[in-house]
């Protein structure tokens, strides 16, 4: 893999992703711009993937269950050759292979069609199991909103990782304090959630943004 400088390539998503909402005339900002790092890091040092075949059956996955933040995942894969800028510029237009919520049917370098808060973590359970049970080396990366972790199910699929040991499964909250309907403390409160993940005997690292 070429090098790459981490902090122009995570610039450059942000810029990217303010491109495509500019040009649209609405969207969700923070929550795409928000996730910039931890795309950056993935895409860009991480990762096992190949722009060139993009069902590459050895490859790592990369599951958006947050996925208003379509946006900053179109700008990393735009960046490392899944498709050409311009296309950035159809972002939820007619006939777009990049609608406002990503779609595996629809746009390359997609491996998991998100939208529906809660339901991307249960399927990126699914996955990581299924490479298990196959003997498989893959890796399965999901990101999660904290809003997000309001949802019921998401908690049964961190005991279902915990319970069937899936190593292989990466989990990033993106804990940036809001939802849809105000602060996250003020709608429901998540209280600690290293405690809440640790309780469930899940491995976890915290770690600052840069």
């Known amino acids: 893999m070429r090098e790459i400088d981490m902090e122009r390539f995570r610039d450059q998503i942000r810029l990217l992703i303010l491109k495509q ?3 649209l ?3 969700h900002y923070g929550g795409s711009l928000s996730i910039a790092d931890v795309l950056a890091v ?3 040092k991480v990762m096992k993937i190949d722009p060139a075949n993009p069902s590459w059956e050895d490859r790592d996955f990369l599951i958006l269950s947050k996925g208003h933040g379509g946006p900053a995942l179109y700008a990393a894969l735009h960046l490392t050759g899944y498709f050409e800028e311009d296309v950035l510029y159809t972002l ?5 292979a990049l609608p406002s919520h990503p779609d595996r049917n629809l746009t390359p370098g997609v491996d998991m069609t998100t939208g529906s808060l809660g339901q ?3 399927a990126a359970t699914g996955v990581a199991l299924s490479h298990k049970l196959s003997g498989r080396t893959n890796r399965t990366f999901v990101i999660v909103g904290d809003g997000e972790l309001n949802e019921g199910q998401c908690w049964e699929a961190i005991q279902f990782a915990a319970h069937h040991k899936l190593h292989n499964l990466y989990v990033f909250v993106d804990d940036n304090k809001q939802q849809l309907d105000g602060p996250t403390k003020d709608i429901i409160d998540p ?3 290293v405690s809440k993940f640790s309780a469930l005997r899940v491995l976890f690292r915290t770690g600052k943004r840069t």
């Open 42 to 44: 993935l895409y860009g």
């Open 21 to 23: 909402l500019h040009h």
């Open 92 to 96: 939820n237009r007619n006939g777009t």
């Open 191 to 193: 209280l600690d959630f």
């Open 120 to 122: 991307g973590i249960s």
């Open 25 to 27: 005339g609405f969207g």
